[in-house]
């Protein structure tokens, strides 16, 4: 009886031993799955984040190659990059009107984005892109200096200046003693760049093969609220469009134009004073349809000191004149007036005009990043951006979409 | 017969004495164990959905046109709702895709009255709903979160900034321009084992690429 006893409570406890074991085994296995589950839904997650930011990346790298010349094409289906744990290609296609499709690819573990950017070619401005560019003539005196920085690597410092200027003419230009130009100079068809004794140009003098149209500036009508004189005091001028009959800031004034904004100016005095422009929500455009003068010890410019975000647009054929003016900023363009920069003058930007006259002892430091579409533009805007499927990118592929 | 003759009465109640205390050790700790589970699942299925809603709408509003996104209103004010147009493709020009609105909007059954009157332990809350094409025939609308907080956390509507993030009285759903920069925030809750309240509050910066 004994025996048998025992026998059966043996059997219990082993049965009890493997539920709870099966149980315990059970439980492990049910936590594991969650656990599991859970680990799969972040990476994924995480590698769908890492791969969107990879295609992102790509679309970087081939907009940079596409400004610096290249086809903005890295890579291939065949042949990846790799970058940040995960492979991508970018491909490019020509689409035609100057714009250029580069769709990116990226794959991070299981996960694949493809993101697509179209851009479009775009020339800058005719006044972004000279020195000095004078239609009927540039006379530079002696002692003068034309060169170039890049005013989004930094400041007028000795690292960033640089010989990248560009002096034009539509007919001749002289360049007198001491002067120096940073630079090509190019004269018009069949005239010549003349170099006085100790005058230099570091780059290429020659003549272009064709004549160099200056468009005609369309004025915007706005109605005119008079005159404007700011004496001896501080003021900031809110965003808007305003036309004023005369605009006198005085000696001692310092007036702020905040961006973006639009000013109409028949008459314009700068006597010693300071114009600013505030252009963090937008540009501040000056069109000046009568006399300008800027005197003496004034300074003008944006305040970031960005020239492209200053533009002068003169449209009368008074001549203009610039008076020595120190860590000025600002582009001038006059098509139909001889701009004389009088000597001692310092503009960081540059000058296109009908004439152009630097007097002895002035500098024009040309904003290289101008050249290219102002600043921020490098010849190819972005006009679309899109996260493609890959349905979307079939299509593409075979010819029924952009 | 000396395999048969058992154990004894001292090593049983050594045994029973340890036996007890093994027990008394786990039906001690479970519950607390059970309910810190709770709690951090709580806390963790919060922060779960925030981002997973927040990353969702950031992927929507990324593409997006600035010019087509209104209201676009910086700091100190916010909306709780965001109107915008997407690229659909490239035809010589930006072919722009059907409007879409991500809003803010109390759960049926739900009132702006501090009262939790659907019974469901929070007080007025709401969800995310996205819709495209509002108000058209093609309408379609998707709820992208639930149990939304109405007011950010730290937020009263009193016209001032109480939790002092730069936003006065935002919804829990807010959106804010800086330029081409839109900042969404995102305050959700939930109830966890206790019945206490979980709330969790998350942003993120995107740059608007249209």
């Given at each position: 009886m004994h025996h048998q006893k025992a026998a059966r409570e043996r059997g219990t406890a082993l049965f009890i031993a493997v539920y709870i074991t099966m149980l315990v085994f059970g439980l492990m296995i049910a936590s594991s799955s969650i656990s599991l589950g859970s680990y799969n839904s972040h990476?994924?997650?995480?590698?769908?984040?890492?791969?969107?930011?990879?295609?992102?990346?790509?679309?970087?790298?081939?907009?940079?190659?596409?400004?610096?010349?290249?086809?903005?094409?890295?890579?291939?289906?065949?042949?990846?990059?790799?970058?940040?744990?995960?492979?991508?290609?970018?491909e490019a296609t020509d689409i035609g009107d100057g714009r250029t499709s580069l769709i990116s690819t990226a794959d991070i573990g299981t996960e694949r984005v493809l993101i697509q950017m179209i851009t479009e070619s775009e020339d800058s401005p005719l006044h972004l892109q000279y020195g000095l560019f004078g239609d009927e003539g540039v006379l530079i005196d002696s002692g003068c200096l034309v060169n170039s920085y890049d005013s989004t690597a930094g400041g007028y410092v000795g690292w960033n200046m640089g010989s990248d200027a560009h002096v034009g003419s539509n007919h001749g230009i002289e360049i007198k003693t001491g002067s120096k130009i940073a630079g090509d100079a190019t004269a018009g068809p069949g005239d010549k760049v003349s170099t006085e004794y100790g005058s230099t140009v570091t780059g290429t003098s020659s003549s272009a093969s064709e004549l160099v149209e200056l468009p005609a500036i369309d004025v915007p009508a706005i109605p005119s609220s008079g005159s404007y004189i700011l004496s001896n005091k501080s003021k900031t001028l809110p965003s808007g469009d305003y036309h004023f009959s005369s605009f006198y800031v005085e000696s001692g004034a310092r007036l702020?134009?905040?961006?973006?904004?639009?000013?109409?100016?028949?008459?314009?005095?700068?006597?010693?004073?300071?114009?600013?422009?505030?252009?963090?929500?937008?540009?501040?455009?000056?069109?000046?349809?009568?006399?300008?003068?800027?005197?003496?010890?004034?300074?003008?410019?944006?305040?970031?000191?960005?020239?492209?975000?200053?533009?002068?647009?003169?449209?009368?054929?008074?001549d203009v004149l610039i008076a020595s003016g120190s860590d000025s900023?600002?582009?001038?363009?006059?098509?139909?007036?001889?701009?004389?920069?009088?000597?001692?003058?310092?503009?960081?930007?540059?000058?296109t005009a009908k004439e152009i006259e630097m007097q002895s002892g002035s500098d024009v430091h040309w904003d290289s990043s101008m050249g290219d579409g102002g600043a921020g533009g490098d010849g190819h805007q972005v006009v679309l951006w899109r996260v493609l499927s890959a349905a979307e990118k079939k299509l593409i592929d075979h010819g029924y979409a952009d | 017969m000396r395999a048969a003759r058992g154990i004894s009465i001292v090593e049983l109640m050594l045994s029973a004495s340890i036996f007890t205390m093994v027990l008394w050790g786990l039906f001690s700790a479970g519950p607390k164990a059970v309910g810190l589970f709770r709690v951090n699942f709580a806390n963790s299925n919060v922060d779960d959905r925030a981002m997973h809603t927040i990353d969702r709408i950031v992927r929507e509003v990324r593409s997006a046109g600035l010019d087509f996104c209104t209201?676009?209103?910086?700091?100190?004010?916010?909306?709780?709702?965001?109107?915008?147009?997407?690229?659909?493709?490239?035809?010589?020009?930006?072919?722009?895709?059907?409007?879409?609105?991500?809003?803010?909007?109390?759960?049926?059954?739900?009132?702006?009255?501090?009262?939790?009157?659907?019974?469901?332990?929070?007080?007025?809350?709401?969800?995310?709903?996205?819709?495209?094409?509002?108000?058209?025939?093609?309408?379609?609308?998707?709820?992208?979160?639930?149990r939304v907080t109405e007011l950010a956390d730290g937020e009263v509507m009193n016209g001032a900034d109480d939790n002092g993030n730069g936003l006065r009285d935002e919804a829990g759903l807010s959106f804010e321009f800086d330029g081409s920069n839109l900042t969404v925030r995102l305050s959700l809750a939930d109830l966890d084992s206790t019945g206490h309240q979980v709330t969790r509050v998350i942003e993120e910066t995107v740059a608007i690429r249209n």
């Amino acid at each position: 009886m004994h025996h048998q006893k025992a026998a059966r409570e043996r059997g219990t406890a082993l049965f009890i031993a493997v539920y709870i074991t099966m149980l315990v085994f059970g439980l492990m296995i049910a936590s594991s799955s969650i656990s599991l589950g859970s680990y799969n839904s972040h990476r994924s997650s995480v590698e769908r984040t890492r791969a969107h930011f990879l295609a992102d990346a790509g679309l970087s790298d081939a907009l940079v190659n596409l400004r610096s010349g290249g086809t903005g094409a890295i890579g291939s289906a065949g042949y990846q990059a790799a970058y940040g744990g995960g492979t991508f290609w970018v491909e490019a296609t020509d689409i035609g009107d100057g714009r250029t499709s580069l769709i990116s690819t990226a794959d991070i573990g299981t996960e694949r984005v493809l993101i697509q950017m179209i851009t479009e070619s775009e020339d800058s401005p005719l006044h972004l892109q000279y020195g000095l560019f004078g239609d009927e003539g540039v006379l530079i005196d002696s002692g003068c200096l034309v060169n170039s920085y890049d005013s989004t690597a930094g400041g007028y410092v000795g690292w960033n200046m640089g010989s990248d200027a560009h002096v034009g003419s539509n007919h001749g230009i002289e360049i007198k003693t001491g002067s120096k130009i940073a630079g090509d100079a190019t004269a018009g068809p069949g005239d010549k760049v003349s170099t006085e004794y100790g005058s230099t140009v570091t780059g290429t003098s020659s003549s272009a093969s064709e004549l160099v149209e200056l468009p005609a500036i369309d004025v915007p009508a706005i109605p005119s609220s008079g005159s404007y004189i700011l004496s001896n005091k501080s003021k900031t001028l809110p965003s808007g469009d305003y036309h004023f009959s005369s605009f006198y800031v005085e000696s001692g004034a310092r007036l702020t134009v905040t961006g973006p904004a639009t000013l109409v100016l028949d008459e314009v005095f700068l006597s010693g004073s300071r114009f600013f422009c505030d252009t963090t929500n937008g540009p501040v455009k000056v069109y000046c349809t009568g006399k300008v003068s800027i005197e003496s010890g004034s300074r003008w410019g944006p305040l970031n000191k960005n020239p492209s975000d200053l533009v002068f647009l003169i449209s009368s054929k008074d001549d203009v004149l610039i008076a020595s003016g120190s860590d000025s900023y600002g582009v001038f363009y006059a098509p139909n007036a001889k701009v004389i920069l009088e000597s001692g003058s310092d503009i960081f930007g540059g000058v296109t005009a009908k004439e152009i006259e630097m007097q002895s002892g002035s500098d024009v430091h040309w904003d290289s990043s101008m050249g290219d579409g102002g600043a921020g533009g490098d010849g190819h805007q972005v006009v679309l951006w899109r996260v493609l499927s890959a349905a979307e990118k079939k299509l593409i592929d075979h010819g029924y979409a952009d | 017969m000396r395999a048969a003759r058992g154990i004894s009465i001292v090593e049983l109640m050594l045994s029973a004495s340890i036996f007890t205390m093994v027990l008394w050790g786990l039906f001690s700790a479970g519950p607390k164990a059970v309910g810190l589970f709770r709690v951090n699942f709580a806390n963790s299925n919060v922060d779960d959905r925030a981002m997973h809603t927040i990353d969702r709408i950031v992927r929507e509003v990324r593409s997006a046109g600035l010019d087509f996104c209104t209201p676009r209103l910086g700091a100190p004010l916010s909306s709780p709702s965001l109107t915008f147009q997407e690229p659909s493709g490239f035809d010589g020009e930006v072919v722009w895709g059907p409007t879409t609105t991500i809003a803010f909007e109390l759960d049926p059954g739900e009132k702006s009255d501090d009262i939790d009157n659907d019974g469901d332990g929070l007080v007025d809350e709401g969800r995310v709903v996205w819709t495209q094409n509002p108000g058209l025939a093609g309408e379609v609308e998707v709820i992208l979160c639930r149990r939304v907080t109405e007011l950010a956390d730290g937020e009263v509507m009193n016209g001032a900034d109480d939790n002092g993030n730069g936003l006065r009285d935002e919804a829990g759903l807010s959106f804010e321009f800086d330029g081409s920069n839109l900042t969404v925030r995102l305050s959700l809750a939930d109830l966890d084992s206790t019945g206490h309240q979980v709330t969790r509050v998350i942003e993120e910066t995107v740059a608007i690429r249209n």
